[in-house]
């Protein structure tokens, strides 16, 4: 310890005698380009970071070796070595039909996963035929309204081999059913399946707000899902705790990193509660998170994550089960920071975030396409994206060696920073009685609005810059992209299935089943037996969430 | 009649200079910020709200989800100047032409609709030709959105 010290200390004289001696003279000849330099998150960073830096970090307990404890250099022995991440492309527009062809095309060009983006009215549990479902069907994802729709979405796609990655959160219960019972039909096994629903209804309420019901009955139907799968489909994910929503309503690399984590925790805490064994169902879980421009300060975010959650896992709820500790997170390139100005660049920003999901250890990726600040990407724009991801993994050499940025005292430092920054929320959400709580509250959701203006503002002022929107702006643009279009007789299309599925079917079973779900779900006993029943009976979507609506009621936002 | 939307509130600044400034005005610009359709992205919305706010306009707010009905009526209500509409998921050419039918059909002529959202370049024409006064597309400053109400809204007494 007092060797340490002494260590620092004669890096501080070092550094005292570098400024006035080298810097200083330079600095009257030549000012800096500003007075501060922000991160995106609009934290300051420091000219220059030396041992004095991570004079606190201790290498054995803060960074460790790969596949050890805390795992700030990641989870795996071997790094990307052994496997490369994920190639994860999120994918859903239109009409099963036209998803189902683009999934095949991803496959068949390389990639290596698939992830499912859903519509409007079926993230909100309405049906095609809705009159709330007018405009919406197939516009930004695909449009499923019944089992009839699954079948055709997964036409031809081996469940038992491919993983599927569902972007679903207030009906997840629902779409989970549908996929296993597709799956079922395939012949596959449910125990062999793999995969993950995102299911995290916390950050609905905090940041994307496609909720259906009230908050707690909404963190119930999620422990079905954990107790559900844990008993029956044991290598499926039930959850995805997202902070890519939380960053992308306007949340600092921080307030992502803070909240997501303490969702994760919210989660264990409620899945305790149902009585699940902490190491049967935490190892599930996994977490999805945002890569923004900050290429240093992403990489400190991830690197950070891992250390937290094997702290916790360990410090607040005392498991040792390696399984439980490791932190599992897929990356997405942040679709916020595109822009409609000069799209081609946007291919530059995905890259480059891309690059720092890879730095910071991400298990699977998606890169956005460079058209998607404008529509839906097309079969090209889909295609550069996932050559970027390409081109990362195999022409850069990234992924040669494990956690090359570990030791860098900027991000060893950031990623200490972002530690201590975390836990300090974590205290202010436990004070308030968990993240239920501080939701309720409306503490997140205010956090969240006030970072969006003051970025906002940052960026009106010309302090953070944007290339094409407050700098090198071009007054002739090249022409616009080509670009997705949707039609509106997709709503048409589906609503022609769904009826003929509605025709076929035994009503008699339909009411049966939904009568099944409402009785479990007042009864506090797990719904998903009865979703499956009821979903195998094709009953629709909306005549599912109806039924829990019926129960449970709807959530109204308060006002913040 | 649509179901007066139960979620407004109304931000109310007022500053030392702001006043000063207002008491030459007639009246301070009102103007609804709404989300129609299934789509919850609120950050742009939320955004705006508070920089029309500080800009010293008088700002309500609808919350998520509510209809062109809902949200005409709500206008009325608030004998707003101009009603600023946020869509990303990509049915502005189904609600927002609704929108301006239903305010004209309640004798709302002066009232301007303005959108914000992800929104093709080749439906900007159409829609201010179905009378959308402005879209603005991602990247626009919010000072420009202050300018163009303070440009546009029909002065009253």
């Not at chain 1, 709330?132 to 069907?137: D, I, Q, T, W, Y």
């Not at chain 1, 679903?168 to 062999?192: R, T």
Request: proline share 4%.
């Amino acid at each position: 310890m007092a060797e340490t010290k002494e260590i620092t200390s004669a890096k501080d004289a070092d550094l005292e005698r570098w400024e006035s001696d080298t810097l200083a003279p330079t600095l009257k000849q030549h000012p800096e380009r500003k007075k501060s330099f922000e991160s995106v998150s609009l934290e300051e960073v420091n000219r220059l970071y030396t041992p004095a830096d991570v004079a606190d970090v201790n290498f054995a307990d803060d960074i460790g070796f790969p596949g050890e404890f805390p795992y700030t250099r990641g989870i795996h022995p071997t790094g990307y070595r052994g496997k490369l991440w994920t190639m994860r492309q999120f994918a859903g527009f239109s009409t099963p039909e036209e998803t189902n062809a683009r999934f095949k095309y991803l496959l068949q060009e390389g990639q290596t996963g698939l992830s499912v983006a859903y519509d409007l009215p079926t993230l909100m549990g309405y049906d095609a035929d809705s009159p709330l479902s007018e405009g919406e069907v197939g516009k930004c994802g695909v449009a499923v309204s019944s089992l009839a729709d699954m079948e055709v979405l997964f036409e031809g796609i081996p469940l038992e081999q491919v993983t599927v990655s569902q972007t679903i959160n207030a009906p997840a219960s629902v779409l989970l059913a549908m996929y296993l019972v597709v799956a079922e039909k395939q012949g596959a096994d449910w125990k062999k399946i793999s995969g993950t629903l995102q299911n995290d209804i916390l950050k609905e309420y905090i940041a994307q707000k496609e909720w259906i019901y009230p908050i707690r009955p909404a963190m119930k139907l999620v422990v079905d899902t954990f107790e559900f799968c844990t008993n029956e489909v044991p290598r499926y994910n039930p959850v995805s705790v997202s902070g890519y929503h939380i960053r992308e309503a306007g949340a600092t690399a921080i307030q992502e990193l803070a909240f997501t984590l303490r969702d994760g925790l919210e989660y264990v805490e409620w899945g305790l509660k149902a009585g699940l064994d902490i190491d049967q169902f935490v190892p599930r879980i996994s977490f999805f998170f945002n890569a923004h421009n900050d290429f240093f300060e992403e990489v400190a975010k991830y690197r950070a994550a891992r250390r937290i959650w094997a702290r916790e896992m360990r410090e607040r709820f005392g498991s040792t089960n390696e399984r439980t500790l490791k932190l599992r997170f897929h990356t997405q390139t942040a679709g916020v920071s595109l822009t409609v100005q000069q799209p081609l660049n946007n291919i530059v920003r995905v890259a480059i975030q891309a690059l720092a999901g890879v730095l910071g250890g991400t298990q699977s990726l998606h890169t956005d396409a460079y058209d998607e600040a404008l529509a839906l990407p097309t079969d090209r724009a889909a295609l550069i994206a996932l050559r970027t991801q390409q081109i990362i993994a195999e022409e850069t050499g990234v992924a040669n060696t494990i956690d090359p940025l570990g030791g860098s005292y900027f991000v060893e430092s950031l990623t200490e920073k972002m530690e201590e920054r975390t836990r300090e929320y974590f205290n202010k959400i436990d004070a308030m009685g968990g993240m239920v709580a501080a939701i309720e509250k409306g503490f997140p959701q205010r956090e969240i609005q006030d970072s969006a203006y003051q970025y906002q503002k940052a960026v009106e002022r010309g302090d953070q810059v944007i290339v094409g929107v407050n700098k090198f702006e071009m007054e002739d643009e090249p022409a616009q992209v080509p670009i997705l279009v949707i039609d509106d007789s997709v709503r048409n299309h589906q609503i022609e299935r769904l009826q003929k599925a509605r025709d076929q079917r035994d009503p008699g079973a339909v009411a049966n089943a939904l009568e099944k779900l409402k009785v479990a779900a007042k009864n506090d006993e797990n719904t998903m037996p009865a979703t499956i029943e009821a979903v195998r009976a094709y009953a629709s979507l909306g005549e599912i969430c109806s039924a829990l609506r019926d129960v449970y009621g709807v959530y109204e936002e308060p006002v913040f | 009649m649509a179901k007066y939307v139960r979620h407004c509130v109304t931000f109310t600044v007022f500053t030392k200079n702001q006043s000063s400034e207002l008491s030459m005005e007639s009246r301070k610009i009102r103007v609804l910020v709404a989300k129609p359709g299934l789509d919850g992205h609120d950050r742009g919305a939320k955004v705006i709200a508070r920089a029309l706010r500080d800009a010293g306009m008088e700002v309500i707010y609808t919350g998520l989800r509510q209809t062109p009905e809902m949200i005409a009526a709500a206008a009325l209500q608030e004998d707003v100047d101009a009603v600023g509409v946020s869509i990303l998921s990509g049915a502005h050419n189904t609600l927002c032409p609704r929108i301006v039918e239903l305010l004209r059909q309640q004798g709302m002529d002066d009232c301007l609709v303005l959108l914000g959202g992800i929104v093709p370049q080749e439906d900007v024409a159409k829609l201010k030709a179905e009378g959308i006064a402005e879209v603005f597309l991602p990247g626009t400053s919010t000072e420009d959105i202050v300018k163009f109400l303070r440009e546009n809204v029909k002065p009253r007494n």
